[in-house]
């Protein structure tokens, strides 16, 4: 089984102490002590260390060059990993080019004191997964066990890195092979699943980009674990991986929701290497949701009928596409106690997300307007139904009007973008109730406009919970634990 460690990144022994045991508390197997990390390292601190936690401690002095926080160079370098190698830790971690000179002494001294070596190499930037093996293979060579963390580029590089992972397992090597980066963290996600011999994971804050939380790894600890995630781009914004981590540590899955910023054919790759990858479901957003309706296997009613997909379920080499943005803007619409029965609207965009509002008020028998800044895609959009939608060039909509609902499905406002409004202040005058479908942040400069003009409005977070919640039950066959995603996504938004 996949040994968890917490990693302690403490400026003094005695909160390193502190914060160790806590963590052991909480489960963790392990716990690693970054030498590093000491204001001042000292054999004094080191041996209090050693008796308190360290037949649970991994004891790492990693070097600046290797991404380290200690200027400990030369001769006090090697003085305190010689007093770290007869001090009793469970694992002293050295560095495969730092400590070329004296690894073969670490080693025997390691194992006089029934330790295990773990000889680690950190690349820089991306190389290729032949690099990686290399340098993997040569740190495995040098001690107990080799550790070799490299960033990684996109979804293709982590799922080569994945199976290099793989093979390793399947000889039964003691190996750690971590993708570093929001790409990489689909290499933790499968360290059990490969046999990894350590997952290091964040007691108190990350010390790495990717790193998951205590709690995540404590729920993929000796389980099947399985995949689900958002592709897209960009996905900066989102607070989808937030939300679906809090479902899962609800209900105590042994799944991780990844964010996957993948072009359209990087998300074919994706979905071809679903066995793999363990993947079981994705959330499709922009600007792939019309992308991924033409590589499911299956669609059901609403995606087939808008040729738009948000969710997807794998199972058994099987892609079915779901459209749950229609489930979440219909229920969000009763829960605002909005009736647009007769009334009129207007949709801003013509992509995915305007195609399920679009479907959805008029099935609720809503009058509907278009307008986009493109008007031939404003126009198919229009074509796509049977009933008659109405499409208004964006130089004319200060002649239309008055509507009983506005809604911006573009990703103007969004956090990371420019604050534009996706209509003039004239056309948001001529509206009785404004809905964004934005939800970061939760007052975009739309909604911060109909205030000032006293005009009801409403974010797209209800929209975004309905919909998630139901893509996690298509994807886990169980309630959605909507509480807890919705304080989580509170959190989030701060």
């Known amino acids: 089984m996949t040994k968890v460690a917490a990693v302690i990144a403490a400026g003094n022994a005695a909160e390193a102490e502190r914060q160790a045991r806590a963590a052991l508390r909480k489960g963790a197997d392990l716990v690693e002590l970054r030498v590093d990390a000491l204001r001042a390292p000292d054999a004094g601190g080191l041996r209090k260390l050693a008796a308190a936690v360290g037949s649970h401690a991994i004891a790492t002095l990693r070097s600046p060059d290797q991404g380290g926080l200690s200027a400990a160079e030369g001769g006090v370098r090697h003085a305190l990993l010689q007093e770290m190698c ?30 295990d070596l773990i000889v ?7 190389v290729d997964v032949s690099d990686a093996a290399d340098a993997l293979e040569a740190c495995m060579g040098l001690g107990d066990v080799g550790k070799v963390a490299l960033p990684v580029s996109d979804v293709d590089h ?3 890195i994945v199976e290099l992972a793989r093979n390793q397992g ?7 092979l971590i993708g570093m980066g929001a790409a990489g963290m689909l290499t933790r996600a499968l360290a059990e699943d490969v046999r990894q011999e350590i997952q290091y994971a964040a007691a108190n804050r990350g010390t790495a980009a990717g790193q998951f939380s205590l709690g995540t790894a404590l729920r993929l600890r000796g389980a099947e674990p399985f995949v689900l995630g958002l ?23 042994p799944g991780v929701y990844l ?11 994706l979905l071809r290497a679903t066995e793999r990858l363990k993947l079981r479901g994705l959330n499709v957003t922009i600007p792939h949701k019309e992308a991924a309706a033409d590589l499911m296997d299956e669609l059901d009613g609403d995606a087939e009928a808008l040729h738009a997909v948000n969710t997807v379920v794998l199972e058994h080499g099987w892609a079915r596409g779901h459209n749950t943005d229609v ?18 609207a207007l949709v801003v965009g013509a992509g995915g ?11 609720e028998g809503a009058r509907v307007q278009v307008t986009n800044r493109t008007a031939a895609r404003a126009d198919r959009l229009a074509d796509a139904f049977d009933e008659t939608v109405e499409v208004v060039p964006t130089e004319e909509l200060a002649g239309e009007g008055p509507w009983d609902l506005l809604v911006n499905a573009t990703p103007l406002g969004t956090a990371g973008l420019e604050p534009d409004l996706a209509v003039p202040e004239p056309v948001i005058r001529q509206s009785k109730f404004v809905y964004d479908l934005v939800y970061n942040p939760p007052e975009t400069s739309l909604l911060r406009t109909a205030r000032r003009l006293q005009i009801r409005g409403s974010s797209g977070l209800e929209m975004l919970l309905h919909q998630a919640a139901k893509a996690f039950e298509l994807w886990t066959g169980k309630s959605a634990p909507v509480d807890a995603m919705r304080a989580a996504a509170k959190e989030a938004l701060g």
Request: charged share 20%; aromatic share 8%.
């Open 86 to 115: 007869r001090l009793g830790f469970r694992y002293v971690d050295v560095e495969m080019e730092t400590d070329t000179q004296h690894i073969e002494a670490y080693a025997k001294a390691a194992s006089r004191h029934h330790q």
């Open 120 to 126: 680690s190499h950190h690349f820089p930037g991306p």
């Open 158 to 160: 982590a799922t080569q």
């Open 170 to 176: 399947l000889q039964s090597k003691r190996f750690v």
């Open 231 to 253: 592709a897209g781009h960009p996905l900066d914004h989102s607070i989808s991986p937030a939300i679906h981590e809090a479902a899962l540590q609800a209900l105590r899955l």
């Open 259 to 269: 964010p996957f910023d993948v072009d359209a054919s990087s998300l074919d790759s």
């Open 327 to 344: 489930y979440g803007f219909r229920v969000s619409l009763r829960s605002l106690g909005l009736r647009l029965g007769e009334r009129s």
């Open 353 to 363: 997300a305007a195609k399920a509002v679009v479907h959805v008020l008029l099935r």
